[in-house]
């Protein structure tokens, strides 16, 4: 009786978003919903959290037996309707654009960083490069594609759950709270770090499924280190490992040490060879080692930082945002006198070397919280108490149907009209009406920002690097300078190419910058005030197109500047 009466409760709670989304004003149907779930809460407190909320041997999947496969299908239709509510608009950060670009150069039969440099390794942009062409380079279709990459690491994360419980719903939640949150604009599934993850979890699915042999830990270490060549920085998710095998499995230490190491060498070996073959390892050894330390150096950690994602996150929906709070409150209430041995396992360890990562890379980006949330979640199955358990899983599943119902219509529209989509993208429409007016089509551009449109254009960038930001960190100009990779005159490396007067440039004098408009007075963006020889463009009806930028920022302009005559 008393489990009837509780799901009863719970049951109407569940159901109260269906109810007042259909009332017209959604964000009073949110509050009084959040309000009424405490409440609620509040009331059958002492009956919710009691020990004999269910009847002994009570498991969900007996009432709701439900085969895995459906339920991957399930959580993937969550990832499609979640992450395409912006597929209309072209730009949501400026790192997918200049990934595309780096990586492009690749069909020409140059190695990455060859011609075009950025900073992330090798195999993320041959990777970038197999999608792209798969998607015959059209973005929309790449956007989708990325998608497969999220959710392929979901289905490593619900799989290794699956290992570690015998109650679906231990797998289920923890992996729908992952998608959820990554749900969020600050996670676009085009990032690095969603790349990295695969790899990452992937190896802990090893880790879990795989009795602790050689054999396991050579395959662990390989997978870690094909997440370096994505991002250096990964080179931390290591630790773990390493800390596992020295304590947990001191009896054939050296044997996992050595076989670790071995997996993790053997891809660098590899690649190191293939730059080496063509006179490019200085360079490579740069991209993982002097480059990466002076980013860390460049660095300035803020922990105020995560109170302000977490504020953003109650603004995004508050049933996520309960859910996380509760999530950290109640596990960490859980593990107070607790043996440390009994608290560091490898999810610990792991969750916390995503932190390190964090604070370490130290430049307060959103998106390298991606690590952190995806062991974050872990603990969800780890909580013991089944009644807090279920407090958590319930507001996964209300803050399931309230982000659903923000972004459904928005992303069904999008994934059902993605040729309109696609010709709506401004910059895209802006590189065909570019290519019209240039007759000839053997030219060079130098674009200083909005290098989508090099994408657009097949045209490789006639600056080296590549990201618009990475022209104002004098330790990347100096670094590629002492590599000779770049030039520079008595100004700076940028003067220098403007100089050159390549056909077209593309450039912007302003950009606002933690809330601060920055004029970038390194360079004169104005080149027709002091190049006769060149034309400005008329962009306004690109530049104020809502489909342009996801951040609006009035002070960017699109200024392009073409040599000669054209028609």
């Known amino acids: 009786m008393l489990f009837k009466k509780n799901f009863l409760s719970l049951l109407i709670v569940f159901f109260l978003p269906l109810y007042f989304s259909l009332i017209n004003n959604y964000q009073k149907s949110v509050t009084l919903t959040s309000v009424l779930f405490i409440s609620l809460c509040i009331v059958f407190y002492k009956k919710i959290f009691s020990d004999d909320v269910f009847y002994p041997g009570f498991k969900v999947e007996k009432y709701f037996p439900i085969k895995d496969s459906v339920i991957l299908l399930v959580l993937f239709l969550i990832v499609l309707f979640t992450q395409n509510k912006y597929l209309n608009i072209e730009t949501i950060t400026w790192d997918v654009p200049s990934y595309l670009v780096a990586s492009q150069e690749i069909n020409k039969g140059f190695l990455p960083f060859e011609t075009q440099w ?13 999608i792209s062409n798969i998607a015959g380079r059209n973005f929309v279709y790449f956007k989708l594609i990325n998608d497969f990459i999220l959710f392929l690491t979901s289905i490593f994360l619900f799989l290794s759950l699956r290992l570690n419980y015998k109650e679906k719903e231990s797998a289920i939640f923890p992996t729908l709270l992952f998608i959820l949150i990554t749900s969020h604009v600050w996670f676009i599934s085009e990032l690095s770090e969603i790349y990295c993850l695969v790899f990452l979890s992937l190896s802990y699915y090893i880790y879990r499924k795989l009795p602790p042999k050689e054999v396991t830990f050579l395959i662990i270490g390989f997978c870690v280190s094909l997440s370096t060549l994505i991002n250096q920085g990964t080179v931390l998710f290591a630790i773990p490992y390493l800390i596992s095998i020295c304590f947990f499995y001191k009896k054939n230490i050296l044997k996992l040490l050595v076989s670790f190491i071995s997996g993790a060498l053997v891809p660098h070996l590899i690649f190191l060879a293939i730059y080496n073959s063509k006179s490019l390892t200085e360079l490579y050894i740069s991209q993982y080692i002097q480059l990466p330390l002076n980013y860390v150096k460049s660095s300035s950690p803020s922990i105020n930082e995560i109170l302000v994602i977490l504020r953003e996150f109650f603004k995004y ?16 209430s859980e593990q107070f006198g607790r043996r440390y041995d009994k ?78 989509i696609y010709s709506n993208y401004p910059l895209r429409n802006l590189s065909v009406d570019l290519s019209k007016l240039i007759k000839d089509q053997d030219y060079e551009v130098l674009a200083l920002d909005y290098v989508l449109i090099l994408y657009y254009l097949q045209k490789e960038n006639m600056s080296y690097i590549i990201h618009p930001s990475n022209h104002n ?22 003067s220098y190419l403007i100089e050159k007067e390549p056909k077209v440039i593309i450039c912007n004098s302003k950009i ?10 390194f360079y004169n963006c104005a080149i027709d005030d002091y190049k006769n020889n060149y034309t400005k463009l ?30």
Request: net charge negative; glycine share 4%; aromatic share 20%.
């Open 473 to 494: 960190e004098d330790y990347i100009v100096n670094e590629l300078l002492r590599l000779n990779k770049i030039r520079t005159n008595d100004f700076n490396h940028v």
């Open 512 to 521: 606002i910058s933690g809330g601060d408009v920055i004029k970038l007075d």
């Open 118 to 130: 950025e900073s992330k390794g090798p195999l993320f942009l041959y990777l970038y490069n197999l």
């Open 317 to 332: 929906d508050y049933f996520l945002y309960f859910a996380i709070i509760s999530l950290a409150v109640l596990f960490i």
């Open 343 to 420: 608290i560091l396992d490898i999810d610990s360890l792991n969750f916390l070397t995503a932190i390190a990562f964090y604070f370490i890379a130290g430049h307060s980006y959103q998106h390298h919280l991606f690590y952190a949330i995806f062991f974050f979640v872990i603990f969800l199955g780890k909580i013991e108490s089944t009644s807090k358990k279920l407090f958590i899983m319930s507001l996964i599943f209300l803050s399931t149907f309230s982000i659903l119902s923000k972004t459904f219509e928005d992303s069904y529209y999008n994934i059902t009209n993605t040729d309109e």
């Open 538 to 567: 008329d962009t306004s009806k690109y530049r104020y197109d809502e489909n342009l930028n996801f951040y609006y920022d009035p002070y960017k302009e699109i200024n392009i500047y073409i040599k000669g005559e054209y028609d």
